[in-house]
């Protein structure tokens, strides 16, 4: 009793703490019996609180067990953003080993610097664009949302003008009354997020580099051969009802494991006609 009236009091002042520097930044939730349970705070790079030039974040998620801080707590990351899964497992590890190396003493602040330190290094979005799927070299202009998804400027101005072309189109086909009086709303292309930009300001940017050097896409024959036969294994599904017959399926199997050659050549005859 004695013990866990000690290990409140420590969670207690460390807890206390964490609030006065961080304000609403934090958030705590307790349990029924009022022991502090889930810490949550998203975590930027120290950018002297210039936000524009914050280009990664991470929300950091703590779960203490009642026994915390004489054992680990459990930590978790969640909604990375410009941050890609190498990041992430780095600095997981670099936690794991934080927390191992303070037991028994509060870790939490530690934790948040150390966060905070990973994403002032890494200040640069190691993720890749959305829409044209490939990364961001030096160079390459890029625009962060208001989400914190990112997009070669040249990239998102294509997909913006598309789909405002888009919204157009289908607004010009409704009768005057159902008409949207409120415009076109640009939102993040992952998301959806409303986001502001200026088109005609993103066109202005250049290709990104990796996808001007990129190879023409080309139809070649084997990629011919392919489709065709994808569409007959499409018909195939369809004439079936949009599923091959399952049982049909389980037989093939069955006969499968026997080992009689002519069941088999049979079976392989049909499966081939399927593909041919
Ligand atoms: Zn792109
Ligand atoms: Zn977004």
Redesign the pocket.
């Known amino acids: 009793m004695e013990m866990s009236l000690k290990t409140n009091e420590r969670v207690q002042e460390e807890l206390e703490a964490l609030e006065a520097i961080l304000m609403d930044d934090i958030s705590i939730s307790y349990n029924e019996r009022g022991c502090p349970e889930l810490i949550k705070t998203t975590i930027f790079p120290s950018t002297a609180n210039e936000v524009d030039k914050q280009y990664v974040c991470v929300t950091l998620e703590v779960k203490l067990p009642e026994e915390y801080p004489d054992c680990e707590p459990l930590v978790q990351l969640r909604n990375p953003r410009g941050l890609d899964d190498s990041t992430i497992n780095h600095l997981y590890k670099s936690i794991k080993d934080k927390c191992a190396e303070n037991v028994g003493q509060p870790v939490i602040f530690e934790l948040i610097d150390l966060i905070r330190e990973n994403l002032t290094e890494s200040n640069l979005p190691t993720c890749?664009?959305?829409?044209?799927?490939?990364g961001?070299s030096e160079g390459?202009s890029?625009t962060k949302t208001q989400c914190f998804h990112y997009?070669?400027s040249?990239?998102?101005a294509n997909h913006l003008s598309i789909t405002k072309r888009h919204f157009q189109e289908e607004q010009d086909k409704l009768p005057a009354w159902q008409k949207s009086t409120k415009g076109f709303q640009a939102t993040c292309p992952v998301c959806r997020e409303m986001i502001e930009c200026d088109i005609d300001e993103l066109k202005t940017a250049h290709?990104?580099k990796?996808?001007e050097s990129a190879q023409k896409f080309e139809v070649t024959n084997d990629l011919r051969l392919l489709q065709e036969r994808m569409r007959q294994l499409f018909s195939y599904q369809k004439s079936k009802g949009g599923i091959i017959d399952i049982e049909a399926e389980e037989n093939k199997l069955l006969l499968i494991t026997q080992s009689s050659e002519e069941t088999a050549s049979s079976e392989s005859t049909e499966v081939g006609s399927i593909y041919k």
Not at 128 to 134: D, G, K, R, S, T
């Open positions: 890749q664009c959305a829409v044209c799927l490939y961001f390459d890029f997009f070669h040249y990239c998102l290709p990104p990796e996808l």
